[in-house]
């Protein structure tokens, strides 16, 4: 059951690329609330290869999905897994999100990072943060 659970997910993560490509009609067709949901559900997922590809999908399309609710499991791919390069997918992630508790997060997280590479990158991040707070304000 479980994984038939996951073979639909990644099917319809694998129609929402195809639907998202630049040769689709129009973007006015994609339920992007939908996306959203099924894109939640494929970053909980055990497969690794589906949440990568969430993690892609969402760099693309962040501005019409809405992931919030999924950010504890991008967090934990961020901190937990034992690739640098899929730990810098899942911080890219974050800082699509623009979620105040990630970012809040990240602050006490720089500190600490182990990874010059990543704490680098941590430090640039929440730097843009601070200046797109500071411009909607």
């Known amino acids: ?30 339920n ?28 693309e399309n962040a501005d019409k999905l809405d992931i919030d609710v999924a950010v504890y499991d991008v967090m934990r791919v961020y901190r937990n897994h034992k690739d640098e390069r899929v730990r810098k997918l899942a911080l890219v ?17 720089l500190r600490f990072q182990d990874s010059e590479e990543l704490k680098k990158m941590v430090a640039a991040i929440l730097q843009e943060y601070e200046n797109g707070k500071n411009k909607a304000s």
């Open 1 to 30: 059951m479980k994984r038939l659970l996951h073979i639909f997910t990644a099917a319809a993560l694998g129609v929402c690329l195809l639907a998202a490509s630049p040769s689709s009609a129009s973007e006015k067709a994609i």
């Open 32 to 59: 992007w609330k939908h996306v959203s949901k099924n894109l939640v559900r494929a970053l909980s997922s055990d497969n690794e290869g589906l949440r990568q590809s969430a993690m892609h999908f969402y760099i």
């Open 93 to 109: 992630t974050l800082y699509k999100m623009q979620n105040k508790w990630a970012m809040e997060f990240l602050k006490v997280d």
